[in-house]
């Protein structure tokens, strides 16, 4: 078992990532007997993992129960919150309560604002099941729900008590998702660490057939670097910015398309060409830099282009609702190398234009 920790200003946290841990109840720590918890997950994971889960909770003498909320990027809603707070009190759960996320981003999304909001806060604990959700929205504390304008524009930053990543679930993962776990993967190394983005272009075939020492080595990585990141700027007031390389372009993929039909790191991958193609118009990025990025996302099964048929003029709107708007301003996160990014403040919407158009199907 690896330990990873996140040095919050008032608090740590650790991440322990191993595999086969699930069953083990001391790595759930710091629950404890007579601790009432709240297992948040949906079915699709529940018939793998739940029992387990549960089991090993009442093992360390916990009082367990669980609710499920429906299964997909659509049902990352106000109504699915609701569900939650519903069987709390039904289960006449109190401030004491321990709300675990078991499940992908969507759950680990849904049920830490559950957590975050619940009688104004209850401790929470992450069991993300994804790729995706074990290398970057497990860690951090960035909670929320979606709305039809927009993506995660209700939320809090609410950080967990521990994050407990078990490799194995991932076996489990159907395989589309894990390429969109590896878009946010290639993008830490695009953003932070050029040594980390070298290492994935060797070893990018290991990762895509879930080799196991590969994949545990590439999460630590991750959730490293993200720790890091988060510790320096925990509520985004700064460098945290970075991690949302691609994501302005992405999310407005997802939004105009209808959450869920394209997945996040399938956006997000997208986005950070487009982000790449706007630094290399600025005369930062060099084009043989952008063309690594692009390979890589290839290999790893991802989307290279827009999808079909959107344009230019309907990502602007919802890009201009990005959470980085500062005074009307787009705020983009740009790269000036491979491994080092930047928030560019005040972005010529003809040249973001241009971004997308060389990453899109249209002409
Ligand atoms: N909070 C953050 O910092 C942060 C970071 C990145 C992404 N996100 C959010 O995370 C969400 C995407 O998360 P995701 O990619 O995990 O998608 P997801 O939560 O929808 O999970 C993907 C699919 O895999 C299934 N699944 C999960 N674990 C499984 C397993 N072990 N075996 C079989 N099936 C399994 C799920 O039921 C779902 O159908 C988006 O809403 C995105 O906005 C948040
Ligand atoms: O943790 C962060 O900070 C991130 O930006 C990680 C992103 O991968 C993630 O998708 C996040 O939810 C996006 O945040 P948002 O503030 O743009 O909604
Ligand atoms: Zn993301």
Not at 118 to 135: A, D, E, H, M
Not at 337 to 360: E, F, M, R, T
Request: glycine share 8%; aromatic share 6%; hydrophobic share 40%.
């Amino acid at each position: 078992m690896i330990e990873v920790n996140v040095e919050l200003k008032d608090r740590r946290y650790p991440i322990r990532i191993g595999s086969d841990i699930l069953t083990q109840p001391q790595h759930y720590a710091p629950l404890k007997s007579g601790d009432n918890v709240m297992i948040v997950s949906n079915p699709n994971v529940a018939k793998h993992y739940l029992a387990t889960v549960s089991e090993t909770l009442r093992q360390l003498g916990c009082r367990v129960e669980s609710v499920l909320i429906p299964d997909g990027e659509q049902y990352k809603t106000l109504e699915s919150l609701n569900l939650i707070f519903t069987a709390l009190l039904q289960a006449n759960y109190g401030r004491d309560t321990t709300i675990i996320a078991l499940g992908g981003g969507v759950v680990g999304d849904v049920a830490g604002f559950a957590a975050a909001s619940y009688q104004r806060g209850v401790r929470l604990l992450q069991i993300p099941t994804t790729l995706l959700s074990q290398v970057d929205s497990s860690v951090g504390g960035k909670t929320g729900v979606n709305h039809a304008l927009g993506k995660n524009m209700i939320g809090a930053f609410y950080q967990p008590c521990a994050v407990i990543i078990d490799s194995t679930t991932l076996e489990t993962l159907p395989k589309r998702e894990v390429f969109a776990g590896l878009a946010e993967v290639i993008k830490y190394g695009a953003i932070l660490d050029i040594a980390f983005f070298e290492w994935l272009e060797r070893h990018i075939s290991d990762l895509v057939r879930l080799d196991t020492n590969k994949l545990q080595s590439c999460i630590q990585r991750c959730c490293e670097l993200k720790a890091e990141v988060v510790a320096r700027d925990e509520t985004e007031q700064g460098d945290r910015a970075l991690l949302n390389l691609g994501h302005t372009f992405g999310h407005a993929i997802e939004t105009h398309l209808g959450y869920g039909n394209w997945l996040h790191g399938e956006a997000v991958a997208v986005g950070m060409l487009m982000a790449a193609a706007q630094s290399h118009l600025l005369g930062d990025l060099s084009q043989e830099a952008v063309a690594r990025l692009e390979k890589l996302l290839a290999q790893a099964n991802l989307p290279t282009v827009s999808p079909d048929g959107m344009t230019a003029d309907d990502y602007l709107p919802l890009m201009m609702r990005d959470k980085k708007v500062l005074r009307g301003k787009l705020r983009l996160v740009l790269l000036k190398q491979l491994g080092q990014a930047y928030v560019a403040k005040d972005s010529d919407p003809q040249l973001v234009q241009q971004a997308i158009h060389i990453y899109s199907q249209f002409d």
